[in-house]
């Protein structure tokens, strides 16, 4: 009997002195080394995942506090309060000072705290504290919306698909996805959100340029024709999208509507579009317009002097004109500079 009693006190001795030197340590501010004599032997219970959680919270280690939380958690929920106590600071922390670096442009700094931040915020659930729970897609989308800004679009992706995970088919998720899937050349992913995104706006602009590009990209040119057509319904003003457009239409063999989208994009902006002017003379000439094929291969040629297969259009198009003389000048230096 007197054997079994020492025994208990024995057991009950080493429960309580378990962690002391852990909480000496941590009493005296070190925690690297109460989270050291911790992890040597490894935390066995929820105090022990506890008390490293609180170590990991000092050290702004966020992403192992992440984890030693939910440690400590799934032995027991005795200590949930003092985990959702550190929880809450660290996430409204990293926050705030996520927000201010960006705003004092410190964008590698504002992406590695948001980063902390969202992997904290994944921890916190209903139970540890409803309020931060109901506004981590907003959080998400905040850090997503700065990724964005910053080009980031691997990061704003994984922000965007946790907050479509959490709304479900929602607009603005959807919109940002497919720009991130767009930038990173994920096309067939693009055109699934822009689908689902169109489902709900049918005429999202963004969506259906993004979807015209992707479907171009993906060398579809019919059905990129049709994406196009969708998008000029409703921005008929868009330059790049009458330039895509006329360059499908081409490739398609469609000479008068290709020229006509040709035409609008290059008479908005001339100086920059002069590499439109064969193509436009193409479309002139393969529908028998030689005059008006001739005058643009005379714009072209004032641009590119010494470029031969412009020379030879020009040559072309005079002997289709009935100019010979003209035309075999043209060919001649055609042939001298495409030796």
Request: aromatic share 10%; charged share 25%.
């Amino acid at each position: 009997m007197a054997f079994l009693l020492l025994a208990c006190v024995a057991l009950t001795t080493g429960c309580g002195v378990e962690y002391s030197n852990v909480k000496r340590h941590m009493k005296l501010g070190d925690y690297s080394a109460a989270r050291e004599t911790l992890t040597s032997s490894g935390p066995n219970d929820a105090e022990g995942w506890t008390l490293l959680t609180e170590c990991d919270y000092w050290l702004e280690d966020y992403p192992a506090l992440a984890d030693a939380s939910r440690a400590s958690l799934r032995f027991s929920s005795e200590y949930q309060p003092r985990i959702a106590y550190f929880l809450q600071r660290a996430y409204i922390e990293l926050l705030n000072n996520a927000i201010v670096a960006f705003e004092d442009d410190r964008e590698s700094d504002g992406k590695r705290l948001f980063s902390d931040a969202v992997t904290v915020g994944e921890a916190i659930d209903a139970s540890i504290s409803p309020s931060l729970s109901a506004i981590k897609d907003e959080v998400l989308v905040l850090a997503g919306s700065n990724y964005l800004r910053m080009r980031y679009y691997a990061d704003a992706r994984r922000c965007f698909e946790q907050v479509r995970a959490t709304r479900g088919e929602d607009p603005e998720a959807l919109e940002r996805l497919a720009f991130c899937d767009f930038q990173l050349q994920n096309y067939d992913s693009c055109l699934a959100d822009c689908e689902a995104l169109l489902d709900l706006q049918p005429e999202n602009a963004s969506a259906l340029v993004w979807q015209a590009q992707a479907t171009d990209i993906l060398h579809n040119p019919e059905l990129a024709a049709t994406a196009y057509r969708d998008a000029l319904e409703v921005d008929t003003n868009d330059v790049t999208l009458h330039r895509n457009m006329g360059i499908i239409l081409f490739q398609l063999e469609k000479w008068d509507p290709a020229r006509q989208h040709l035409e609008i994009a290059y008479h908005a902006n001339p100086d920059q579009s002069d590499d439109l002017l064969v193509l436009i003379g193409e479309c002139c000439f393969n529908a028998g317009e030689y005059m008006d094929a001739l005058d643009y291969f005379k714009t072209a040629n004032s641009v590119k002097p010494d470029d031969p297969d412009i020379l030879r259009y020009l040559g072309t198009c005079y002997w289709n004109l009935g100019h010979r003389q003209e035309a075999e000048a043209s060919w001649m230096q055609a042939n001298q500079l495409g030796k």
